[in-house]
Antibody
């Protein structure tokens, strides 16, 4: 049974970048896609993009094209999500989850709070 | 772009009552790609239902999903105290979109 553990909370300045990690333990890592989803305070869930570790193939939501980069390191079974040009509206909890088009999201990481403030 | 609209926004119920949550999709989709998640405060979402009506591992049978085309429902036959939470529907077909959520609160 795969478990996903994310890195800790971050506080960033507007205009900077943040990189959040998601480490998988147990189960198979490479064959299943990892997606990243964010949730602004009091808001719903928003898919940002995903990656299939085995192929390194990525797919990004149009709203984040050009600002988000998702990568994996198979040797450490870790996925990374980097978001650049941060603004206050990017303050949110960021989740990783195993899932992709055609595959429901399960399990989820515990979430990482990213606060963007001057 | 597919849009998922959940209703009601908030559902106030007493323990033991039946809960019926709605998810309307902006265009007809395959029911094979409709999921429901439960999210409690400070926690990550948890998969409850996938393929519109299949319960995920370990999910009690008081949770059931149904629907097709553009209209889907999540039903909790008798709400338990631990069921008070926010519920999200999710289309995981070609586009990956979520509804705005329904909060089930104690009346």
């Amino acid at each position: 049974q795969v478990q996903l553990v994310q890195s800790g909370a971050e506080v960033k300045k507007p205009g900077s970048s943040v990189k959040v990690s998601c480490k998988a333990s147990g189960g198979t890592f490479s064959r299943y896609a990892i997606s990243w989803v964010r949730q602004a305070p009091g808001q719903g869930l928003e898919w940002m993009g995903g990656i299939i570790p085995l192929f390194g193939a990525t797919n990004y939501a149009q709203a984040f094209q050009g600002r988000v980069t998702i990568t994996t390191d198979e040797s450490t079974r870790t996925s990374y999500m980097e978001l650049s040009s941060l603004r206050s509206e990017d303050t949110a909890v960021y989740y990783c989850a195993r899932g992709s088009p055609g595959v429901p999201f399960d399990p989820w990481g515990q979430g990482t709070l990213v606060t963007v403030s001057s | 772009e597919i849009v998922l609209t959940q209703s009601p926004g908030t559902l106030s119920l007493s323990p033991g009552e039946r809960a019926t949550l709605s998810c309307r999709v902006s265009e007809s989709v395959s029911s094979s790609y409709l999921a429901w998640y439960q999210q409690k405060p400070g926690q990550a979402p948890r998969l409850l239902i996938y393929d519109a009506s299949s319960r995920a591992t370990g999910i009690p049978d008081r949770f059931s999903g149904g629907g097709s085309g553009t209209d889907y429902t999540l039903t909790i036959s008798r709400v338990e105290p631990e069921d008070f939470a926010v519920y999200h529907c999710h289309h995981y077909g070609g586009s990956l979109t979520f509804g705005g959520g329904t909060k089930v609160e104690i009346k």
